[in-house]
């Protein structure tokens, strides 16, 4: 996604640089030092070229003698160089960059460049720096470009900077800073990128920018950001990118934004967003693209989430596993969008009113989701849909079963049904959440169906709480989320989603236990106990844990999903100490179970882990016999008097004699027999009932049925 431009135009500048020449400059070099002309761009992106003087990687310890006097760049990285004294310097009177990166520098002021006055860029990434003192660069009035990333840097001066009133490139990237100072911008007024990600800032508080009217690109990334103030971004009436790549913002924050109204690239990416809610993007008049990717926590974009876009181009919302709902009205008033890339969530449709939203919309990717090719999706192959799929090979149906691993462009339009059942996404919310009493429990739950589903929620204590009806403590929005405001341990218990329209209902459960975190032996920094599915199957389930140390007992229990604590039949197995596994069977098929651990510890303490589960459907041959008791009961039948009948007939005494004079045995009697004593006679075989078979006449004149062999049999089954 375009959202730095400097480095974008670094990158494009390298490959250019790539496509020209070196010319070597023929002056007196110093020892293995490479002298030669090379392409050079000014910060400001002109072209030269500029005599370069290279002794990189050459394990020097100071800077080396005899440099030629018409030296323009100088490259000294990866050497053991501390300190540069200003007589080594002092005659290059037309240096313009110098790159003392990846050296032992500890303190700026031990680089004396004071005698350099056509100096532009300064490197010295990957030193040993840990503070900036005042006035660490005097003497540097035209410097334009200053990088100080990837050192210890924890402190810099409030004017560490004063005398460099032309910079326009500040990386302070990759340090160990744990606030942003506002007065050290206060002597920068021409910045126009400030790179300050990678240090461990937890909130940008008011106005810290300010001073820095010409910035273009902030870049805020992985800083572990938690908060930013209202204001934080005031003053930035130039700025064009900003980065908050991969930081903890649980929300949007759009008071901030509405700061930086020039704003045309926001990258959000890889941040704990749960939604993007109502008016998060709205009115952002100049912006062109957006990031929303690689978000663990986001769920959904509910309505009116982008608000009001006009020069919104490109959407990019991919690679966030719990992304299951887009609300229909979504986006209002994005008239020029013309990519939506939605690829590798776990999205199960794209609702029709959303891309009628989006008047200029050409392409979306929907690949990597589980589509349900149903009602919602119906628009997909309607005639005369104009927006195209981005690898539509590679967008195929999830569900129902029979359209499996299909490409959704190739289903048929007739063989999507005009109404659907609601589907809650099983990523939704987790099957157990555990909550410090006095905390607000915050769930997410969001369905897309024909007609559109109503969504409420039931309370352990079987209370229907709905989206009109709020109380002191509680609310449900419309989109369906459940907000509870100071948890107790009395509230406890299974909470239950239901998405219902007229075709039907779908429901989503979630264990919620209140109180404090329990200790586990051996400190906090063990992992609690967390139970597992490990195999699912059409009539039984298999689950496995690591047994925690130190526990008195262990029980196990569950019940499907639809019945509530209390309300609804629960099974118990009470497990000895060291289980790990445990297979539950007699399940239905189709069904969702959950699943609750329950581990009691010697000091009185209990630990709980729950899980959902959903069996799969059977076969169509394992589920007759599974489904129909009686038919199995009328097999067994046959199968005694058939055996009674070749009792009688063999009668007793002496075995009757085989081929060869050998007794005819039954197969199992040659189990460990040795090859050559005997000749294996094959045992009679044991026929299904065929009910419209055919029956056929055997040379002796005895009816029989059609033989089918074990392996046509299961032929049969694989093809029906």
């Given at each position: ?256 934004l509405e700061q930086v109204p020039g704003l045309k690239f926001l990258d959000l990416n890889k941040n704990p967003l749960q939604r993007v809610g109502p008016g998060d993007f709205a009115d952002m ?215 219902q329209n007229l075709v039907g209902a779908d429901t989503k459960t979630v264990s919620v236990v209140v109180g404090r975190a329990p200790l586990r032996p051996g400190g906090d920094k063990e992992r ?193």
């Amino acid at each position: 996604m375009r959202l730095l431009v400097a480095p974008l135009l670094l990158a494009w500048v390298a490959g250019a640089t790539a496509t020209v020449p070196v010319v070597p400059w023929r002056v007196p070099c110093p020892p293995r030092c490479a002298c030669q002309i090379r392409p050079w761009y000014t910060p400001r992106s002109s072209y030269r070229e500029a005599a370069t003087v290279d002794c990189n990687d050459l394990l020097l310890t100071a800077v080396p003698p005899a440099l030629p006097a018409a030296t323009q760049t100088l490259l000294l990285q990866s050497n053991g160089i501390a300190r540069v004294h200003r007589g080594e310097l002092g005659h290059l009177r037309n240096l313009t960059e110098l790159d003392l990166s990846q050296n032992r520098v500890s303190d700026a002021r031990d680089c004396d460049l004071r005698a350099l006055p056509q100096l532009l860029s300064l490197h010295l990434e990957e030193n040993r720096l840990a503070r900036l003192e005042d006035h660490s660069f005097a003497g540097l009035a035209g410097l334009q470009e200053l990088y100080l990333s990837h050192n210890q840097l924890r402190r810099v001066a409030p004017r560490a900077f004063a005398g460099l009133g032309g910079l326009l490139r500040l990386h302070l990237n990759s340090n160990l800073l744990r606030a942003v100072d506002s007065r050290w911008f206060e002597v920068l007024p021409s910045l126009e990128v400030l790179m300050i990600g990678g240090n461990k800032v937890d909130a940008i508080r008011d106005l810290s920018f300010r001073p820095l009217a010409n910035l273009r690109s902030l870049v805020l990334a992985g800083m572990g950001l938690r908060e930013v103030s209202d204001r934080a971004l005031e003053g930035l009436q130039s700025l064009e990118s900003l980065s908050f790549y991969d930081n903890r913002l649980a929300r949007v924050p759009r008071r901030a934004l509405e700061q930086v109204p020039g704003l045309k690239f926001l990258d959000l990416n890889k941040n704990p967003l749960q939604r993007v809610g109502p008016g998060d993007f709205a009115d952002m008049l100049h912006l062109k693209e957006l990031g929303l990717n690689s978000m663990e926590e986001l769920v959904a974009i509910d309505k009116r989430a982008l608000v009001n876009l006009p020069e919104l181009t490109k959407l990019d919302v991919t690679n966030n596993p719990r992304l299951s709902f887009i609300h229909p009205r979504a986006f209002h008033h994005l008239p020029r969008i013309e990519t939506l890339m939605l690829n590798n969530n776990a999205l199960s449709a794209l609702h029709r009113q959303t891309l009628e939203s989006l008047p200029s919309l050409q392409e979306v990717g929907l690949h990597g989701n589980p589509i349900r090719c149903d009602c919602v999706i119906r628009w997909a192959n309607a005639s005369g849909t104009r927006v195209r799929f981005i690898e539509p090979q590679s967008t195929l149906c999830a569900e129902p079963p029979d359209l499996q691993r299909r490409p959704v462009r190739e289903v048929p339009f007739r063989e999507m049904t005009d109404h659907c059942l609601p589907l809650i996404s099983p990523r939704s919310f987790p099957p157990s959440l555990h909550v410090a009493s006095g905390d607000t429990l915050v769930l997410h739950c969001r369905a897309l169906a024909e007609p559109e589903p109503e969504i409420y929620w039931v309370t352990p204590g079987g209370v229907r709480l709905t989206a009109t009806r709020a109380g002191r403590r509680y609310r449900v929005y419309p989109e369906g989320t459940l907000e509870l405001r100071g948890v107790t341990a009395e509230e406890s218990g299974l909470y239950t989603c239901v998405a219902q329209n007229l075709v039907g209902a779908d429901t989503k459960t979630v264990s919620v236990v209140v109180g404090r975190a329990p200790l586990r032996p051996g400190g906090d920094k063990e992992r609690g106990l967390e139970l597992w599915v490990r195999e699912t199957h059409a009539y039984h389930i298999l689950l496995s844990w690591v047994p925690p140390p130190n526990t008195i007992s262990t029980k196990l229990t569950w019940s499907r999903a639809s019945a509530l604590p209390g309300r609804g039949p629960t099974a118990l197995a009470r497990l000895p100490r060291g289980t790990h596994s445990y297979n539950i069977t007699r399940l239905l098929q189709a069904t969702e179970y959950w699943a609750c651990l329950q581990v009691a510890f010697a000091d009185a303490h209990t630990q709980l882990a729950c899980v959902w589960a959903r069996t799969k459907e059977a076969s169509p041959c394992h589920r007759a016999l599974g489904d129909q008791p009686g038919l199995i009961a009328l097999l067994a039948l046959a199968v005694v008097l058939l055996a009674a009948g070749l009792a009688a007939h063999l009668g007793t005494g002496q075995p009757r004699q085989g081929v060869g004079g050998w007794p005819l045995l039954p197969a199992w009697a040659f189990w460990g027999w040795g090859a050559p004593s005997v000749r294996v006679v094959s045992a009679p075989l044991v026929l299904p009932w065929n009910l419209g078979g055919k029956l056929s006449r055997s040379s002796e004149g005895e009816t029989l049925s059609p033989p089918l062999s074990q392996t046509s049999w299961s032929s049969a089954c694989s093809q029906q």
